[in-house]
């Protein structure tokens, strides 16, 4: 019998600034959020990194909501643009079961090839 559950992740946690987090699966119909929204009309400067953080937060228990957002607000040790992304990114590859990264390009066709024998 293909057990199902087995495709689910095991590793739940995050560490980022001295802080552990535990994330959960979500619906798939949640991760709709992480389409950009048309709302801010670009007068938000902030706007892309609110996004992130509400995408985030689809991910972690309620109780963590406020300890996160107390981490984001530091300015001592903040979470930096690497760190922000490289989180969202585990989470998205976590919850869907497939890495998110690019396969590295390849060369279109045949490639080059040698001589190795003469027609007689």
């Known amino acids: 019998m293909k057990n199902f559950d087995e495709m689910l992740a095991q590793d739940r946690e995050f ?3 001295g802080e552990t987090f535990h994330w959960r699966d979500v619906r ?10 048309d ?3 670009g007068k938000d400067d902030n706007a892309a990194w609110r996004l992130m953080d509400d995408q985030i937060l689809l991910f972690l228990a309620a109780d963590e909501h406020d300890r996160w957002k107390e981490l984001r607000a530091r300015t001592d040790n903040p979470v930096t643009i690497a760190q922000l992304n490289a989180i969202l990114l ?6 869907t079961g497939r890495p998110t990264v690019q396969p590295s390009p390849s060369v279109p066709g045949r490639g080059p090839t040698a001589v190795t024998s003469k027609a007689a």
């Open 90 to 95: 585990w989470l998205m590859e976590q919850q």
């Open 28 to 37: 798939p119909e949640v991760l709709t959020s992480f389409e950009p929204s």
């Open 39 to 41: 709302n801010d009309d």
């Open 15 to 17: 560490t980022v600034g």
